[in-house]
């Protein structure tokens, strides 16, 4: 049994670690955060060790999970980099870190450090999730089976080139559920309907209609053309929303996250 230690206790990892619980994991779980408020409260919640001083988690890491903002990896990584250099050991860390790519991750942390960067969903806390991993040519394929291994404990993985990551990052959120959920909620109780009534309504659309695509039975093509028939209602609603500029507003912030990502890695 492995061990692996977070270096970040906040709602990633929150959300990381209840899928570990869920999918039953048998590595040993250790955080490690500047907060101790965070740190007992995560104890208290997965029952997960704790260690509040960074050398002490990172000397006893066989998987080290990088979970804190862009905007703090590379000061998290020289001090890594300075730890496992005076225990001249290998390790294998995985970076959640997104935008950051693996150049900057192994200039950071120095050559003792093994690097791969994954992007998980929340979702996994509930054991649906999805997660993107992409690896360096170098990475041996035993470390890629494990960094791969974990990330399925809690969810279906991907293996996509870095290139392709930060497109997947702004694709994959369940964000976009989440505020198409709420806009067309909104959008409900202004014609008519109760609060619950719309959410109920709302996420029958969204979420039902996805899972019915997702069992794999019918083409998305197939299943707009039963739901939206031409001349119908569907098709109207649909029709107008295209005109009113959806799929631009989709683009335009898909275009919004991109940029984020690669100032990201410019920090």
């Not at 392709?164 to 702004?170: E, G, M, P, Q, S």
């Not at 067309?184 to 309907?193: S, W």
């Not at 009113?244 to 990502?261: M, P, W």
Request: proline share 4%; net charge positive.
């Amino acid at each position: 049994m492995s061990r692996v230690v977070f270096l970040g206790g906040g709602r990633i990892t929150s959300a990381m670690l209840a899928g570990l619980r869920v999918g039953k994991t048998r590595h040993g779980l250790v955080v490690h955060d500047r907060n101790p408020g965070k740190l007992r409260d995560l104890k208290k919640r997965y029952a997960v060790a704790i260690e509040p001083d960074l050398n002490r988690a990172v000397k006893q890491a066989d998987v080290l999970i990088v979970a804190v903002r862009p905007s703090s990896v590379r000061e998290l990584l020289r001090m890594v980099g300075k730890v496992i250099g005076e225990v001249n050991r290998a390790l294998l860390a995985v970076s959640l870190a997104a935008g950051v790519p693996l150049r900057v991750l192994s200039k950071e942390a120095g050559p003792h450090v093994q690097w791969a960067r994954a992007m998980p969903s929340p979702v996994c806390r509930s054991g649906r999730g999805l997660t993107a991993v992409t690896f360096p040519r170098t990475l041996p394929r035993a470390d890629r089976k494990r960094v791969h291994d974990l990330f399925a404990t809690f969810g279906q993985v991907v293996e996509i080139p870095e290139s392709k990551l930060d497109a997947f990052t702004v694709t994959y959120s369940c964000s976009h559920g989440y505020h198409a959920l709420a806009t067309l909620a909104r959008a409900a109780q202004a014609a008519g309907l109760d609060r619950n009534t719309a959410l109920l309504a709302s996420a029958h659309a969204l979420a039902d209609g996805i899972a019915a695509w997702r069992e794999g039975k019918y083409s998305l093509k197939s299943l707009l053309e039963e739901a939206a028939t031409p001349g119908g209602i569907a098709a109207a609603t649909a029709t107008a929303m295209d005109a009113a500029g959806y799929g631009r507003a989709v683009r335009q912030g898909l275009a919004a996250g991109l940029r984020r990502a690669r100032a990201n890695a410019g920090k």
